[in-house]
Structure formats: structure tokens, C-alpha cells
């Protein structure tokens, strides 16, 4: 019943919950049967290390579990708990005991038409939830639903998105989701509404009702073709069911019914128990039963790396790995996994060791070593204290006249005798353009500014490729204009500076209590859909215009940004939850609202939340005002507690 029981000597918790069993891996993490301190099982789901060092991967994760979250209902399988910003991210939903769909389907035959009207009602019920939030689940299939003792239960929120986004888990012409219970739309990578989930669902149905789908084909390019241009084969349906599954399979989403229609369609449920099959109920009986001994079972307890190698990561869909137990038999680890991980330790030891001990400049690229910021994805430049990475004098210049201080989120300034010195995280590919011309320093590549500089001189160290491009950018000018010698030298100072940048990055500091700071979070994550079509117009992609904020550019012009800063002055406007302060420059075609997160530190400074809505022309001041008080409002709900 269970998938393996791991070997002793390995953590055996995350977060505050107690691992039990492996249930089952797939393509972004795997999945844990645990017990958290109230007794209550949960289904762990914890990402791969790979994963993490995607650059986009986290602020992506982030979205979805903060969207996940805000679903519940009796039919849903509810996120209990979560730590995106752990080393190894991981979320926890209601471990739901019962049998997936597809396999009762597949042992016990097609369900009876008071079974269908159970599971119909349920699986409506919990759509109608999930779309509330701003949801589409985008891969309802027998697999992600559970036949659990007081009803259905929809599973499995992994590629939820937000309804109006497009995904970005894959390229352009790929597609998400099961292609036997995909919508029309869903099958040429079109953007999906909550319709396309009513098309899966009457899928769904179907299946359950006949043991197989409407649209099977003898290929997934062939099932494909049969859901965008063939009508569903629906005789083996009974009249009342077809009656039910028949709209929901239109082509047309605006044509489908919505779950609240099918709802009111169904009526409520006249089943006095549980409609399931005796089959059903026996293996749910034997199910609970081993669930008990095995939550009593002090030696149940299973270990689990915490940095899975590559050994682990044996691929497949994430989002097949369902949360319930499985009857894998327990397999061992073969000996040329064990050897393959053994390799890559030591690849990665020795790529450390020569970039530790790489030369300073160099134009080959052949022979630079690993480059170091190739670790760093945007959450993790957003971790580094830029303030410490240079907080030693810099030899070549003498000592600090005053030392570094912030300048704000990412980016500091410090004094010499002769030469002011300031590090931060740009953007180095929008205000000031920057270009490699081979140049390296330890294997990281140098970019050198396009724009013509009239005070100082400044070089970036470029980060991983990325969209925006960031670096760590240095600058170096003369404290007097007219001292022709100090400004002569610029240039080759700040080239003298980068190898003891770049010495410290391989263990860049981290800023302080840097899991209870917004700094750390994604800008364009953090506000809600809903937010950004009220206020900006037909959805559009928020772009990062710094490592801080994010701009949605469409009838208005929405800019949020982070930032950790000296708390803002005046009087506050209260807006009964929370308070947010003006600026001084609000106008009809430009409001700004301030709100402060988190405690105050000693030297009047907090984490700042800024949001800022700009429009050409047209609607008075306080109606802009208004709708930007609106996001913080929408905004600050969604960020974690201090």
C-alpha cells in the first residue's frame, strides 16, 4: 500500500510535520505522507533542489501556492500549510484517504447513476470554489479526483494558475494538462477561462459513467484532434447523464454551463449514505485501518534527505503523483545512481575550487572557470546583503572616510579620501545599457556601460541569464570633478574592486532575518489579477523594471516595488485594516500610497510596500487614489505575516 519506507539516519520532518511514508516522485518534487502535531495527516509536497535554481521557478511556485491557499470547501483537498522560503520550498494539503477515480473506474466498473449525481454534485461544488479565487485548475481528471467516504475530492492544485494568466510552465505550443480531458481551447494552447474546466469536468463524468473517455483516440495527437474537431461519442450514457454532460463538451466555452448552473441542474443530494460501490467502501476500511497503525507507530517514522540528489529526481509529471497512498512495491536504489550523484559532487567541488582560485581578468572564455553568480536566480540576488559584500576597505583606495551605508534595497555607498564607491543590483539591460566585450574577472562576466558617464565610472558583474538582465554594478568616481588625476583612475579602480566582489560571492552575506522580509519576494507576484484588470485594464504580464519593482503597463499604469527604507513621514490614512501614508505628489494622473509591513527598526527603518498608479488623462485624483488603496488593501492580505 505504501511506496517505500527510507533508511534511518535522514531528517525525518518538515516544517512541524512528522514523515511517514514516500508516497511518490515526479518531474517538479516528490511527495510525503506525514502527521502534523495535531494528529491530522497532510500530503508534503517538497520541490526538487533543481528546480530551485531556475531563475523564474520560484517567484512561480510562490503564485500558485499563495493562490492555492485561498481555496476550501468540503470538496476540495485544502492547503494546510507552506514555507516558500525554505531552503527546500515545500507545501502541505488535508491528506485525503479514498480511491482515485481512475483506478475504482478501472477495478470496480463504471459508477451508478446515483453514484454519477454524487460525484457530479461534488465535483461542481468544488469548481465553483476553486473559480472564486480566481482559479482555473486546468487538469481535473479521474487521477486528481479522490472517492473519499463523505464525498468527492479534487486534488492537486500544482499548475493552478491564475485565471488570467497564460501559463509560463512551458514553451509556446505546449499544453498542460491529461489530453484525454482537456478542453478545446486547453488543446491549441489557448488562454483558458473556468470554462475550460466545465469541458474537463463533463469529461470527467462521461468517463465515470461509461469506463471510458468521449474523446478517446489511438494517439495523443489524435485524442487531441477528436476534442477541438469531433463531437464526443455519448451513446453509452444514460438519458438523465448525457442530459448533464452534453453542454459542458460544447466547443464554444461561453456556451458551457457554469457550476453554479450545474448545481442548480443536479439539485441537491437524496443519498441517505455513501453512494460508492461495497468494493469502494472495503478498500477505504482497509485503507484506514493501516493508516492507523501506522500514525501509532512510533518506528513508522521515515528519513528524508533534505537535499535530494540527482538520484531522486527520476522525472515523470508532478501533477500525476496523487495524495493518497500507493501501491508501489518498496525499491531500492540502484548502484549507478549512487556512482552518477558521486560524480556530480565532485564536478561541483572542483568547479568551487577553481573559481575560488581563478585569476583576475581574463578575455578567454575557454579557460575562465564556473562562473559563481550563475547560483544566484532573482530570489537569491534578492537574499544578498550588498552592504557586507564590500564592508572591508578597498586596498588600492585606503581607508573608509565614512563606510558603506544603504542607500536603499540593494544598493549602497560608502567614502574614500578621494573617491566615492557605491554597490548595488541593477537592471543592466533597461536605464543604463551595458555590454561584454570578453572581458572576466574569476569567470564572471564584465559589462561595461554604453551611456557616456559624466561622474564615475562603473562595471557590472553579470549574473546567470536572465529576462531582465541583472548584475552587480560597481561605480567608482572622483569626490572632487576638477581633480583630473583621481578621475583618470576611475575606471582601472573599479576593475581593481571586482575580483574581492567576486571573492565574497562565493558565500555571499545574506541579509538579516531575510525570512522575515518582503525585500525577499517576487514585486510582480504579490498583487492579484483581479488588482491588475481593475486598475490597469485587459490583463498584461507585469515586467520587473528592478530587482525590486514591477510595472503593468495597459489603460493605466501600475507600479508596485519593495523595498526596505526609512519609515515614511506625515499623517497616515486609515483604511480600517490597515493604514497606508500619501505622497506629496499625488495629482489626477498620478496617486502613490505607501504602506508599512512589519516592525520598525531601531533606526526609524521598516519594510515598504509602494504602490503607485499613473494614467495620461481623464477622473479626478480621488478616484485614483482610491483604486490604489485598493491594491494595498488587495495586496497586503496576501503577504505573509511578519
Known sequence: ???????????????????????????????????????????????????????????????????????????????????????????????????????????????????????????????????ATGLVHRDLKPANIILAADGPKVIDFGIARVAAERSDLTHTGSIIGSPAFMSPEQAESQPLTPASDVFSFGSVIAMAASGKSPFAGSSMPHTLYKIVNTEPDLSMLPPNVRQLVEPCLYKDPAQRPTPGQIIDFLGPSTASSTPWP??????????????????????????????????????????????????????????????????????????????????????EDAAAPANPLE????????????????????????????????????????????????????NISSVEKYQQDGKSVQGVPVAESTLKETYGCSRALVAKKM????????????????????????????????????????????????RHTIVRLDPCSVVPPVAIRLDVGPPVSGVLSGLHDCVWVGQNTLDVSLSHEV?????????????????????????????????????????????????????TEQMLCNAAEAVVNMVAEQLPQP
Open 1 to 131: 500500500m505504501m511506496d517505500e519506507r527510507w533508511n534511518p539516519g535522514r531528517a525525518d520532518r518538515i516544517g512541524r510535520y512528522r514523515l511517514l511514508r514516500r508516497l511518490g516522485e515526479g518531474g517538479m518534487g516528490e511527495v510525503l505522507l506525514a502527521v502534523g502535531p495535531d494528529g491530522r495527516l497532510v500530503a508534503v509536497k517538497r520541490v526538487h533542489a533543481h528546480l530551485i535554481e531556475q531563475e523564474d521557478f520560484l517567484p512561480r511556485f510562490r503564485r500558485e501556492v499563495q493562490a492555492s491557499a485561498r481555496v476550501s470547501g468540503a470538496f476540495t483537498a485544502a492547503v494546510v500549510d507552506y514555507d516558500v522560503e525554505s531552503e527546500n520550498p515545500w507545501l502541505a494539503s488535508v491528506f485525503v484517504p479514498g480511491v482515485p477515480l481512475d483506478r475504482a473506474v478501472e477495478k470496480y466498473g463504471p459508477l451508478s447513476v446515483d453514484a454519477i449525481h454524487a460525484l457530479a454534485l461534488g465535483l461542481a461544488t468544488a469548481l465553483q470554489a476553486i473559480h
Open 278 to 363: 461495497p468494493a469502494i467502501l472495503q478498500a477505504m476500511r482497509e485503507q484506514d485501518q493501516e493508516l492507523r497503525m501506522l500514525v501509532a507507530d512510533p518506528q513508522s517514522t521515515v528519513v528524508v534527505d533534505p537535499n535530494p540528489t540527482a538520484s531522486t529526481m527520476l522525472g515523470g509529471d508532478f501533477d500525476e503523483v496523487i495524495a493518497h497512498m500507493s501501491r508501489k512495491p518498496p525499491r531500492q536504489l540502484p548502484g549507478r545512481w549512487i556512482i552518477a550523484a558521486l560524480v556530480a559532487v565532485v564536478a561541483l567541488v572542483a568547479g568551487l575550487v577553481t573559481a575560488v582560485v581563478g585569476g583576475a581578468f581574463s578575455g
Open 375 to 426: 547560483q544566484f536566480n532573482l530570489t537569491r540576488l534578492r537574499l544578498i546583503d550588498v552592504c557586507k559584500v564590500l564592508d572591508d576597505p578597498l586596498p588600492s583606495l585606503g581607508a573608509w572616510k565614512q563606510d558603506f551605508q544603504a542607500l536603499g534595497s540593494h544598493q549602497c555607498s560608502g567614502d574614500y579620501e578621494k573617491y566615492v564607491v557605491s554597490l548595488e543590483i541593477a
Open 467 to 514: 529576462d531582465p538582465q541583472f548584475g552587480l554594478v560597481v561605480k567608482i568616481a572622483a569626490r572632487k570633478s576638477d581633480d583630473t588625476e583621481a578621475t583618470k583612475n576611475e575606471c582601472e579602480l573599479a576593475e581593481q574592486a571586482l575580483p574581492k566582489i567576486v571573492d565574497r560571492l562565493h558565500r555571499p552575506p545574506q541579509i538579516a532575518n531575510s
Open 567 to 619: 519609515m515614511p513621514t506625515g499623517d497616515p490614512i486609515d483604511l480600517g485594516e490597515f493604514k497606508v501614508w500619501p505622497s506629496a505628489q499625488d495629482s489626477n494622473t498620478q496617486c502613490t500610497r505607501k504602506f508599512v509591513w512589519g516592525n520598525v527598526d531601531n533606526d526609524l527603518s521598516s519594510d515598504v510596500m509602494e504602490v503607485q498608479i499613473t494614467r495620461e488623462s481623464g477622473g
